[in-house]
């Protein structure tokens, strides 16, 4: 398969080429990176969602909306399948790269990370990218400067001027979008962490609710987390049986039962005081290749109607 940063920076490409449709902001830094604004100094949209999502998946993926409900409320949905989401969700969407540096701080999921490819996924996967470009995609309440391109450039062992930053805020709707596209990366994480080989999970399709916007990044963390912790749906195909399927969905319904904003508050902030297993799909389906399939969890409207204040 052709390099996931190769394939993902087609998609940069092509996000540059129609940025004033798809209402995204592009600045060249002096070191020619070029950061891609898809909801910091914008307020971000929808089809820029479903392509930076594409983008995150280096292109493995496909990604939609649909209309549902959420408590009798219409509600945008976004649905994301994948036949590859060892490479495309765990090596490349994951926000994995905790940048930090100077006064910047910010999170980085895409494909860059295979070129560095420290984190256990990698291992589990057997993956390493090779590129002459670097697609990082940055979560964050500020635009990437000089500082940050230098840093990622070392790291990936590309020149500054092949780093491309695509950012948004979670208090965007680009990061309400981004957000529900992640419940097939979640469930897919989760399985992984339990012990499944990743390689033998043959494709994944997640849905959830777009969360209505929130007023700050602390109460649309909290949103964007309810939608998928209580409102995602996942499907999976896969090669084994496992004996551990039924932890691969969220317990947040079991631990708290309420909006995840003040469960959040009370860890101050921080989610290593929260159960890991929260932070998964409400509900999955899981097919074992010409075996059994299995449903577990369920999804809360009843929450959600709460946290999105309906």
């Given at each position: 398969?052709?390099?996931l940063n190769r394939m993902a920076t087609?998609?940069?490409d092509e996000a540059i080429d129609f940025a004033d449709e798809l209402t995204i902001g592009v600045h060249q830094q002096e070191g020619d990176a070029a950061v891609l604004d898809f909801g910091v100094e914008v307020p971000g949209a929808v089809e820029a969602g479903l392509l930076l999502a594409e983008i995150q998946t280096s292109g493995l993926a496909t990604v939609q909306t649909a209309m549902d409900e959420v408590a009798g409320a219409p509600l945008t949905h976004v649905e994301l399948s994948t036949d590859h989401p060892a490479?495309?969700?765990?090596c490349s969407q994951k926000g994995g790269w905790e940048l930090s540096v100077d006064d910047f701080e910010g999170l980085g999921s895409g494909p860059a990370r295979a070129l560095v490819a420290e984190e256990e996924e990698f291992?589990?996967?057997g993956y390493h990218d090779a590129s002459d470009f670097a697609v990082l995609v940055v979560e964050s309440e500020e635009l990437p400067d000089e500082n940050v391109a230098a840093h990622v450039a070392e790291r990936t062992g590309v020149p500054e001027s092949a780093v491309f930053f695509p950012t948004f805020s979670t208090a965007s709707v680009t990061g309400s979008v981004v957000a529900a596209a992640r419940a097939a990366e979640l469930a897919t994480f989760r399985l992984s962490e339990l012990g499944y080989d990743p390689?033998?999970?043959?494709?994944?399709?997640?849905k959830a609710p777009v969360a209505p916007v929130a007023g700050?990044?602390?109460a649309a963390i909290a949103r964007t987390t309810d939608a998928l912790a209580y409102g995602a749906q996942v499907h999976i195909t896969v090669e084994e049986e496992f004996d551990r399927f039924e932890e691969?969905?969220?317990?947040?319904?079991?631990?708290?039962?309420?909006p995840l904003g003040e469960t959040f508050d009370d860890a101050d902030w921080d989610f290593s005081e929260v159960p890991v297993d929260v932070f998964a799909p409400a509900q999955v389906t899981v097919d074992v290749l010409g075996g059994e399939t299995y449903v577990f969890g369920d999804?809360?409207?009843?929450?959600?109607?709460?946290?999105f204040g309906l």
């Open positions: 398969m052709e390099s087609e998609l940069v490479l495309g969700l765990l291992n589990r996967v390689i033998e999970i043959l494709s994944v399709t997640g700050d990044e602390e691969v969905v969220s317990t947040a319904a079991e631990e708290y039962g309420t999804t809360h409207e009843d929450v959600l109607a709460e946290s």
